[in-house]
Nanobody, 118 residues
Framework: QVQLMESGGGLVQPGGSLRLSCAVS????????IGWYRQAPGKQREFVAV????????NIADSVKGRFTISRDNANNTVYLQMNSLKAEDTGVYYC???????????WGQGTQVTVSS
């Protein structure tokens, strides 16, 4: 079974940067889209960014537009989330999500904690 494995989270000061990685244990081309969501304490999980696998376009949430960038390394089956100018409200668990191309089934990674604090 294909798994998504996030890494790169941690504690960073406001204004700092982090790069999250989502490693796909299978082929990235088995999916329609791979993206990132986050969940802050006491809040619902929310969309952050998505990368359609067969398109060069990306979609970024308004709350992080201009600060976060999603990219892919197809050869290494990895999706990245570059996060710059981090704010306290970016704190939360960041999850990688993928939608299978054929079945449209969703799978999720285990999440990685991002804490923005001075």
């Amino acid at each position: 079974q294909v798994q998504l494995m996030e890494s790169g989270g941690g504690l960073v000061q406001p204004g700092g940067s982090l790069r999250l990685s989502c490693a796909v244990s299978g082929s990235i081309f088995d999916f329609n889209v791979i993206g990132w969501y986050r969940q802050a304490p006491g809040k619902q999980r929310e969309f952050v960014a998505v990368s359609p696998i067969r398109s060069g376009t990306t979609n970024i949430a308004d709350s992080v537009k201009g600060r976060f960038t999603i990219s892919r390394d197809n050869a290494n089956n990895t999706v990245y989330l570059q996060m710059n100018s981090l704010k306290a409200e970016d704190t939360g668990v960041y999850y990688c999500n993928a939608v299978y191309r054929v079945t449209m089934r969703n799978i999720w990674g285990q999440g990685t904690q991002v804490t923005v604090s001075s």
